[in-house]
């Protein structure tokens, strides 16, 4: 039977979209521990815990733009990562994943601080309604509306999301839809 959804306004439809990223996420992270979550196979770009943290450090800087707060301190440090948090440079475009030893986030605490993340980038997008949706902001080396940088925010947890699939498949984990 289909699920529908009551979608009554652009900005919900793309909240909810961003919302549905803490599941589908989720599912590829059963099974890995905190040892496994920073491993980093030969060949692949990064671990779990890194693209966790960068990708809620990338919607953390997304809603910035829609409600003008900066990604929260209790998530994102200006230093170094720390139990608690990541270092804003560490999970950075362009950053190196830490390496095992390095001071990081548990698995259960990366996770904590992608699930935040999604959250408030949700309730920014609602917050913010249908018409500022349209606004132009910049990124990247371009500009764009901030509806269509909501929706590169999906399609970025998706690829992130591949990235831990390969992570997965080459330490031999189970599938998930086994």
Same mark, same amino acid.
């Given at each position: 039977?289909?699920?529908?959804?009551?979608?009554?306004?652009?900005?919900?439809?793309?909240?909810?979209?961003?919302?549905?990223?803490?599941?589908?996420? *989720?599912?590829?992270?059963? +099974?890995?521990?905190?040892?496994?979550? %920073?491993?980093?196979?030969?060949?692949?770009?990064?671990?779990?815990?890194?693209?966790?943290?960068?990708?809620?450090?990338?919607?953390?800087?997304?809603?910035?733009? %829609?409600?003008?707060?900066?990604?929260?301190?209790? #998530?994102?440090?200006?230093?170094?990562?720390?139990?608690?948090?990541? *270092?804003?440079? &560490?999970?950075?475009? +362009?950053?190196?994943?830490?390496?095992? +030893?390095? &001071? #990081?986030?548990?698995?259960?605490?990366?996770?904590?601080?992608?699930?935040?993340?999604?959250?408030? %980038?949700?309730?920014?997008?609602?917050?913010? *309604?249908?018409?500022?949706?349209?606004?132009?902001?910049?990124? *990247?080396?371009?500009?764009?509306?901030?509806?269509?940088?909501?929706?590169?925010?999906?399609?970025?947890?998706? #690829?992130?999301?591949?990235?831990?699939?390969?992570?997965?498949?080459? %330490?031999?984990?189970?599938?998930?839809?086994?």
């Amino acid at each position: 039977m289909p699920v529908h959804f009551a979608m009554s306004t652009h900005a919900e439809l793309l909240a909810q979209s961003v919302e549905s990223t803490k599941a589908l996420v *989720g599912r590829y992270l059963v +099974g890995f521990d905190d040892q496994t979550a %920073l491993a980093q196979p030969t060949g692949l770009p990064n671990h779990v815990i890194w693209n966790l943290g960068h990708l809620a450090l990338t919607m953390s800087r997304v809603t910035e733009k %829609l409600d003008a707060r900066p990604p929260d301190l209790a #998530c994102f440090s200006s230093g170094g990562s720390t139990p608690q948090a990541f *270092g804003l440079e &560490s999970v950075a475009f +362009g950053s190196q994943p830490s390496t095992p +030893g390095q &001071s #990081c986030p548990s698995l259960a605490r990366a996770t904590e601080i992608f699930n935040e993340s999604v959250d408030r %980038l949700a309730g920014a997008v609602r917050n913010a *309604g249908d018409a500022r949706l349209q606004d132009t902001t910049p990124w *990247g080396n371009g500009t764009t509306t901030l509806s269509m940088l909501i929706v590169r925010m999906v399609f970025h947890n998706g #690829c992130h999301t591949g990235q831990m699939t390969d992570t997965r498949r080459a %330490l031999n984990m189970k599938s998930i839809f086994a």
